[in-house]
């Protein structure tokens, strides 16, 4: 007569059952947060190339017209309507012979009301007549 503990297993307990579903789980919520962050870290950087090409195009334009690059002015970006563009004078030498200012073109996304994301950032040099 064969005894109960002698009989062999044709299956898996309930507890190797839940603990391979928990192991199973945890794999398929790690992956998908990291698929997540990794898309929003392509979408970031597809915003930033856009604006440093946005950028140039600005600086050029600005630069060949008759006034030239202005020193504190600002805009909006047609093509994306969160964004806008905005220069500011960074620093200025009044040393002789020429004057100049270091002019900072800055491309920035709206998120939301309060929170705004700097896509891009250029500083140009430009000589300041006397």
Do not use: C
């Not at 896509?119 to 300041?128: E, M």
């Amino acid at each position: 007569m064969k005894s109960f503990r002698s009989r062999q297993r044709d299956g898996f307990t309930l507890v190797e059952v839940v603990v391979g579903l928990t192991l199973l789980a945890t794999v398929i919520v790690s992956s998908l947060l990291a698929y997540s962050k990794h898309q929003k870290q392509v979408r970031l950087a597809r915003s930033k190339i856009a604006a440093v090409q946005i950028a140039d195009d600005l600086l050029n334009r600005m630069s060949a017209s008759r006034t030239g690059i202005p020193p504190a002015a600002s805009g909006t970006i047609p093509e994306h309507p969160t964004w806008s563009w905005r220069t500011s004078v960074t620093a200025e030498t009044l040393r002789d012979p020429i004057p100049m200012q270091i002019i900072e073109l800055q491309i920035i996304e709206r998120e939301n009301a309060a929170k705004l994301n700097l896509l891009a950032s250029t500083s140009v040099v430009k000589a300041v007549d006397p």
